[in-house]
């Protein structure tokens, strides 16, 4: 079994930063990419960002410049640090990871979500 875990999300003011942690663990062999999303009620799920087990980083349009993503390998971790944060980022974050899992073979998982909260 795989389970991803989000954290660090939270209420900030515009203009404020975040860290949140996407903690994969369980029968992994190895992990392809991972990457976040989120979603606001109402609205489909959108990509944010997503880095592969090379390094290799994409963002939507829309956080470019103002959020990283980047993982630790080793600890099976990716984070999103999210500056200059807007009243438009609030949502429900969600991690997600391409992997390969014992008896299982190649696998995407999500996890449960974290609210970030943007407002004054």
């Known amino acids: 079994q795989v389970q991803l875990v989000e954290s660090g999300g939270g209420l900030v003011q515009p203009g404020g930063s975040l860290r949140l942690s996407c903690v994969a663990s369980g029968s992994i062999i190895s992990i392809n990419a991972m990457g976040w999303y989120r979603q606001v009620p109402g609205k489909e799920r959108e990509s944010v960002a997503r880095?592969?087990?090379?390094?290799?980083?994409n963002y939507a349009d829309s956080v470019k410049g103002r959020f990283t993503i980047s993982r630790d390998n080793a600890k099976n971790t990716a984070y999103l640090q999210m500056n200059s944060l807007e009243p438009e980022d609030a949502a429900v974050y969600y991690c997600h990871a391409d992997l390969w899992a014992y008896m299982r073979g190649r696998m995407e998982y999500w996890g449960q979500g974290t609210q970030v909260t943007v407002s004054s």
């Open positions: 880095i592969t087990s090379t390094g290799s980083t």
